[in-house]
């Protein structure tokens, strides 16, 4: 701190530093430096704690110069060289250096560059006097090692010589800290706590005025927040209470679920808007139904066009009704012309035309694409006509009646195929086989018969099925079984080899009124007097969960889209619904030859249009998204079963890691290896992943070992990255690698560790970033699912518990929200992102166990590979957009004003579906 006096004691004092420089240098920056040093650290209203001497403001008054300067150096116990070209050519500069040279040590002379060059030399331990012009020459030689030199050329403006400029406040401490004997770090630190200080007193009766002209504006702000807290407190205990309602009746009434997650969105305040958002995901996954309204009466039967993009209904209201399956929206006008109930209806193979009967007695057939009848309505039933069956081929078609009779009818020329057949009693039911060789009928008095659609004559005696009404009639796909439901609730099979009840029958509390079977044979669907629908699995004849519930009034038909992802039921509750299924398209089960295959690895191309999987053999199969049909694709190479797969994200490639050692990169477009095979690794592999950019390949091996590949050059970039590794993952730009295994790790594309990420208690045999990058989620074989922050490594949150066994897999959708895993347990389980709970219950997808599940590229799908030999593919499409909007148009409706008094008191114009 200076000395500002304008006298001074008549004894010279002692100084702590004394500041020798050119007198032509600009005063005002050395005026700074000397403040700065004076009062760095210094706390408010203290006096200074260090002497500076500065000729022009330290000399006594009258007192001889150089005495003043002699006795100052002698005195002081640092000196500090502003250097600069005119500190180096002045004498007054030289003759102060000699004198310190002459009475102090060489490690109390400190530098500050204020002007010029200084260079130090290395070698020869010296300042390089050639390449410096701003060391005065009386240093030559002076120093044994570097000497303390501070930088403070760039220091000029007021704002740069201002100590709360870091810099110069940095270089000021380096300056102090042998001179106060204090860590210069402590120093800083002391400089900024006494800026905070200073700053605090200097603004106190500014900020004493303001508060005072606030008082009133905050008092009055301050009733506001208290109001505004209430709200929020009251409107996040509204959506809390609405999600709990959502989540209770998520399997009684999805519809209303779906309605209370919404609502808990629209009144949610914006911090806990995750929550209610992750409700409306978890209700999106409930069992509920798409409910299409227009029908005035009953609505009796359903079918599906063979693309599955219509549905056709009939109704009591004598009309017949089409619907586009994919908005839940009526196609045109009702088709007119019965007098009387629709008792069912049917589309041909070709989509072109639909044959309906009703209790008018008569038979009509309809031109779809008009709307239009085609010709005169067939008559010939003297009672009502309850049911019409199409032949395969389309060329005709049976209907049954109350009169007894069974009638065939040539579709094409409109008019009957014969003589009708007498069953001596009601008829209410008919099916045709698949392949088109027989029909079956059911009666009222609970027989059914069996008819060679050749010869339309009847296979044997009829057969007692029911001690009632038969209802349903459906053959299973493969045409192996006939199952009949009616009387009782109770639902047989039949086996058609040997004409016999096959196993024990289903009984139901209920009478049953329809039955059908999904295109694969392996889920049956009941329903009946009772408003629910109870789904069954074919191979076990065991109920698949608890019933579907949202009819408010019996079930009277029911039918399975050709792709059997949906259920469309005609309800006595005046509506058809349409259920979405968690019940995935089952690609394949075994392998050729018949045997038993696991399939371990799954993968959809960049375009989503093929799904390839495979397993213990040694050769991928590809599918077709869009048909479900395999495709003609073999690629020949490996000797060993394929663990791992993924195609590169440009779509050329297709890279497969096998239990042989090897990696194999196949050309797409050739179906051909690229190049010979990738070999290093030690034992099989068991992970494979692209690089954004489709440059780089990453492997895991059972070995522990992660290996990096140009993908060009087919050739190992470097040696192996590390030897706890298995599962690898690159984050979406391609600068981070994740390696699973014993030990969980992120690296950089420099292969510098980044970091270890430590929390699982078993190997890591999945992982995947999220689309932004700042996420990697991990599966484990500890049961559980954890996500990483990729910036910090550090855990988020506790580990995500639900499945019962191993995990095998996570993928995130595309969009982020939602993560599916897979395990061992053999089921896939959805998760929220933001609030890492499961939604809905978990889907199950293969008894045997899971080891893959992975999104489709734009969400709409994920494919599962199961130890059981099959690939199936699962319909995530509500997850994939505004999961508000789909749920609104899943319920296509909002609240009624009594359940809006119920679940909405007092927010009587909160818009919720509308």
């Known amino acids: 701190m200076t000395e500002n006096n304008a006298t001074h004691a008549s004894q010279t004092p002692d100084y702590d530093l004394f500041i020798s420089y050119a007198h032509s240098s600009d005063k005002g920056r050395v005026t700074a430096i000397q403040n700065g040093l004076a009062r760095l650290a210094k706390p408010p209203g203290r006096v200074e704690t260090i002497h500076i001497f500065r000729d022009t403001t330290s000399l006594v008054l009258g007192e001889p110069l150089p005495k003043a300067i002699d006795e100052a150096l002698k005195r002081s116990r640092y000196f500090l060289l502003l250097a600069s070209p005119a500190a180096a050519a002045s004498d007054w500069v030289q003759q102060e250096i000699e004198l310190w040279r002459k009475h102090k040590p060489h490690n109390n002379l400190l530098i500050a560059a204020i002007d010029g060059t200084l260079v130090w030399d290395l070698a020869s331990e010296n300042f390089d006097l050639c390449a410096s012009d701003a060391v005065p020459r009386v240093l030559d030689g002076f120093f044994p090692a570097k000497p303390t030199i501070v930088d403070l050329a760039w220091a000029r403006s007021v704002e ?338 040997t004409n016999m009840i096959s196993g024990d029958a289903i009984d139901e509390p209920a009478l049953a009124m329809s039955t059908a079977v999904s295109p694969n044979g392996r889920i049956m669907a009941t329903g009946g007097t009772r408003s629910t629908i109870q789904l069954w699995d074919m191979a076990t004849r065991k109920a698949l969960r608890e019933p579907l519930s949202g009819h408010e009034a019996g079930v009277a038909g029911l039918a399975f889209s050709p792709d059997g992802t949906i259920l469309a039921s005609a309800g006595n509750d005046h509506t058809v619904r349409l259920w979405h299924l968690t019940v995935g398209e089952q690609l394949v089960r075994s392998t050729p030859s018949g045997e038993k295959s696991r399939i371990l690895a799954v993968a959809y191309s960049p375009d989503g249009r093929t799904v390839v999987s495979a397993g213990d053999q040694p050769v991928p199969r590809f599918w077709d998204v869009a048909t479900r049909t395999p495709l003609d694709i073999a690629l020949l190479g490996h000797t060993g079963a394929i663990y791992a797969l993924t195609y590169s994200p440009d779509g050329k490639i297709l890279a497969t890691g096998s239990a042989d050692h090897t990696i194999r990169l196949w050309d797409i477009k050739t179906g051909q290896p690229r190049g010979a095979p990738l070999t290093g690794h030690r034992t099989g592999i068991v992970d494979v992943a692209f690089s954004p950019d489709s440059a780089t390949l990453a492997s895991g091996g059972s070995d522990g070992e992660v290996r990096v590949w140009d993908v060009q050059q087919l050739v190992q970039l470097g040696p192996p990255w590390t030897d706890t590794g298995g599962a690898v993952a690159f984050s979406p730009r391609g600068d981070l690698l994740a390696t699973g295994g014993t030990e969980l790790r992120i690296w950089d594309r420099d292969r510098r560790l980044r970091a270890r990420l430590q929390g699982h208690n078993g190997t890591v045999e999945s992982m995947t970033f999220s689309p932004d990058g700042t996420t990697l989620a991990t599966a484990a074989n500890d049961y559980s699912l954890r996500l990483w922050d990729t910036h910090s490594g550090q855990a988020i949150d506790s580990p995500m518990i639900g499945h019962t066994d191993q995990l095998r897999s996570v993928s995130f959708s595309p969009n982020g929200t939602v993560m599916a895993t897979s395990s061992t347990d053999g089921t896939i389980r959805m998760w929220d992102f933001a609030t890492r709970q499961v939604l809905g219950a978990p889907v199950t997808a293969d008894e045997s166990g899971l080891f893959g599940a992975v999104f489709r590229p734009d969400g709409h799908q994920l494919a599962s590979a199961g130890i059981d030999g099959s690939t199936r593919l699962w319909d995530t499409t509500l997850l994939a957009g505004d999961p508000v909007a789909a749920a609104c148009r899943l319920v296509g409706r909002s609240f009624t004003a009594a359940e809006r008094a119920s679940f909405l008191p007092g927010r009587s114009t909160l818009p919720v579906c509308e």
């Open 160 to 497: 740069q010589l201002s100590l709360r400029h870091s810099i110069f406040r940095d270089a000021l401490a380096t300056l102090s800290a042998p001179i106060r004997g204090q860590p210069r770090q402590q120093l800083v630190a002391a400089e900024i706590e006494s800026q905070r200080k200073r700053t605090l007193l200097r603004n106190a009766a500014l900020v004493i005025g303001v508060i005072l002209l606030l008082v009133l504006a905050v008092a009055a702000r301050m009733v506001q927040l208290e109001r505004d807290t209430v709200r929020a407190e009251r409107d996040l205990a509204l959506t809390r209470q609405l999600i709990a309602q959502s989540r209770q009746m998520a399997d009684s009434d999805p519809r209303m679920a779906r309605l209370l997650s919404v609502a808990a969105v629209r009144v949610v305040p914006a911090h806990a808007r995750d929550e209610a958002m992750s409700a409306v995901r978890s209700a999106l996954l409930a069992r509920g139904s798409l409910v299409l309204r227009g029908h005035e009466g009953w609505v009796r039967a359903v079918d599906f066009s063979p693309s599955g993009t219509m549905l056709d209904s009939a109704g009591a209201d004598h009309t017949v009704r089409l619907w586009d399956t994919r908005s839940g929206l009526a196609i045109g006008e009702p088709l007119r012309g019965h007098t009387g109930t629709v008792q069912t209806v049917a589309f041909t193979p070709d989509g072109r035309t639909l044959v309906t009967a009703g209790s008018d007695h008569v038979v009509r057939i309809w031109d779809v694409a008009s709307g239009q009848p085609r010709g005169q309505a067939l008559t010939g039933h003297s009672g009502a006509v309850y049911d019409v069956a199409v032949s395969p081929d389309g060329g005709w078609a049976i209907s049954v009646a109350d009169d007894g009779t069974v009638r065939s009818w040539d579709l094409q020329r409109g008019e009957p195929r014969g003589e009708p057949f007498d069953m001596g009693t009601e008829v209410r039911t008919v099916a045709f086989s698949s392949d088109g060789t027989k029909f079956a009928v059911g009666t009222l008095d609970g027989h059914i018969a069996l008819f060679d659609a050749r010869t339309e004559a009847m296979l044997g005696p009829p057969s007692q099925a029911n001690s009632g009404m038969v209802f349903g009639l459906a053959f299973t796909p493969d045409n192996t079984t006939l199952i009949t439901t009616g009387h009782g609730g109770k639902t047989q099979f039949w086996d058609l080899t």
